[in-house]
């Protein structure tokens, strides 16, 4: 058995469509998902693409993916890295694939001097928070997401009142 991590390459866009609408249908959010392949090859491997991407590999074969991001702390006054996506096929769950990924990820927040690495997860997705508390991760309780899509942030964009 070999596990390899490398970087995604746009010849890699096809699967990690699958795995982002695989990832998705495990989250209950299916319907969410309006991207497409052609989206995922111009956003991701565009030339000055803010996102990067991550494909494991099992004897060559891609079982997982993951899409980050470089943030930035400014009470840490450094970069960090944000994990957006991170997934591996259920049959391929537990052989060290998510705990390979999150290294990668690790080794290249140290190697340039990030002063974290963060991710969110879903609150019933314990299985993932055992996971992730296994590796010493802790949960950011006291921090609340917000997020404004679709119509709510069209109307704030354009100074507009929200419908009730």
Same mark, same amino acid.
């Not at 058995?1 to 249908?25: C, G, H, K």
């Not at 899409?67 to 960090?80: I, P």
């Given at each position: 058995m070999s596990l390899v991590i490398r970087p995604a390459a746009p010849s890699d866009a096809a699967q990690i469509y699958a795995f982002i609408t695989e990832l998705a249908v495990y989250e209950r959010a299916a319907h969410e998902v309006i991207a497409s392949v052609d989206d995922v090859t111009r956003t991701l491997f565009a030339p000055q693409a803010p996102a990067k991407a991550l494909m494991c590999?099992?004897? /060559?074969? *891609?079982? /997982?993916?993951? %899409? $980050?991001?470089? =943030?930035?702390? &400014? !009470?840490?006054?450094?970069? /960090?890295? $944000?994990?957006?996506?991170?997934? %591996? &096929? *259920?049959?391929?769950? #537990?052989? #060290? @694939?998510?705990?390979?990924?999150?290294?990668?990820? @690790?080794q290249e927040a140290v190697a340039n001097n990030c002063g974290r690495l963060e991710w969110s997860v879903?609150? !019933?997705?314990? *299985?993932?928070?055992?996971? $992730?508390? =296994?590796? /010493?991760?802790? *949960?950011?309780?006291?921090?609340?997401? $917000?997020?404004?899509t679709d119509d709510a942030l069209l109307h704030f964009a354009e100074g507009r009142r929200q419908a009730a």
């Amino acid at each position: 058995m070999s596990l390899v991590i490398r970087p995604a390459a746009p010849s890699d866009a096809a699967q990690i469509y699958a795995f982002i609408t695989e990832l998705a249908v495990y989250e209950r959010a299916a319907h969410e998902v309006i991207a497409s392949v052609d989206d995922v090859t111009r956003t991701l491997f565009a030339p000055q693409a803010p996102a990067k991407a991550l494909m494991c590999l099992l004897d /060559g074969k *891609p079982i /997982g993916y993951a %899409v $980050y991001f470089y =943030s930035y702390s &400014t !009470w840490l006054g450094k970069n /960090g890295i $944000y994990l957006e996506d991170l997934y %591996v &096929t *259920p049959e391929q769950r #537990g052989i #060290g @694939a998510g705990r390979d990924l999150l290294r990668h990820l @690790a080794q290249e927040a140290v190697a340039n001097n990030c002063g974290r690495l963060e991710w969110s997860v879903l609150d !019933w997705n314990k *299985p993932a928070i055992d996971f $992730y508390e =296994s590796i /010493g991760a802790l *949960p950011m309780e006291e921090w609340i997401r $917000y997020r404004l899509t679709d119509d709510a942030l069209l109307h704030f964009a354009e100074g507009r009142r929200q419908a009730a």
